[in-house]
Nanobody, 116 residues
Framework: QVQLVESGGGLVQPGGSLRLSCAAS????????MSWYRQAPGKERELVAT????????NYADSVKGRFTIARDNAKNTMYLQMNSLKPEDTAVYYC?????????WGQGTQVTVSS
């Protein structure tokens, strides 16, 4: 079955960097667009970035443009989110997501906390 496993979260100071990873299995990874979402306490889950299956045009939330970069390695069935110049408002649980046909699958999430 489709599975997504995030890793790489943690505690970082403002201005710092983190790289999140999402390991995928159970589907042909290169055939599907992948996305990162995040959910802060008391807020709705929001889209952070999306990337097509074979690369190309990427889409970012305005709040992360210029600071975050989405990438994927189709040979490793893995998606990444490089996060630079982190701010306290980036604190959230980050999830990877894929829609395969009619099925939307979420990972378990990884906590990112930006604090001094």
């Amino acid at each position: 079955q489709v599975q997504l496993v995030e890793s790489g979260g943690g505690l970082v100071q403002p201005g710092g960097s983190l790289r999140l990873s999402c390991a995928a299995s159970g589907f042909t990874f290169s055939d599907y667009a992948m996305s990162w979402y995040r959910q802060a306490p008391g807020k709705e889950r929001e889209l952070v970035a999306t990337m097509p299956g074979r690369g190309g045009y990427t889409n970012y939330a305005d709040s992360v443009k210029g600071r975050f970069t989405i990438a994927r390695d189709n040979a490793k069935n893995t998606m990444y989110l490089q996060m630079n110049s982190l701010k306290p408002e980036d604190t959230a649980v980050y999830y990877c997501n894929v829609i395969t046909g009619t099925l939307r699958t979420w990972g378990q999430g990884t906590q990112v906390t930006v604090s001094s």
